[in-house]
């Protein structure tokens, strides 16, 4: 699917021989009948030409505020926040259970006997191994986090 804002879709449109009419959201935007992205983002294109032929439509044309198209609606901006708070709880717990790691006894024993490993070769590998997984594995949920797609 080509997701665009409506800026772009005006500019591609006017390239064309269109202008938009902004007349359909302002009285479908509470409506929650209607689902939130078409409240947000129907818009009419309209052929330049045919306005002289239609005074109606070249009103609405006039009525019209280009500037504010491209507006998101307050569904989809709480429904984001939802979603972003649920994410910062799980973000949230993942760093205590990670500090709950590197405070325990095991952690403590490994970071001991890597201090102490010109002896023990295959001990340290596997150490720095473990603790490179656990750091990936943060990293990835953080990652996974900002673009809010923890659980996908």
Known sequence: ???????????YFQQKGYVVIDCIRE????NTKVEMWYAQ?????V?????????????MVE??????????HPRKYLALQEKWTVLETQLQSVQM?????LSS?????FSYLGSNLKKLP???YMLKRMLDFLFSLYMTFCKKAEKGSVGK
């Open 1 to 11: 699917m080509n997701e665009q804002w409506p800026d772009y879709w005006v500019k």
């Open 27 to 30: 009285k479908i935007w509470q």
């Open 41 to 45: 983002n129907i818009l009419m294109f």
């Open 47 to 59: 052929r330049q030409n045919y306005l002289e032929n239609y005074p109606l439509l070249k009103k």
């Open 63 to 72: 009525n019209t505020t280009t500037s504010q198209l491209s507006i998101v």
């Open 97 to 101: 259970q990670l500090q709950s790691i």
């Open 105 to 109: 006894k095991s952690y403590r024993l």
């Open 122 to 124: 295959l001990i340290k």
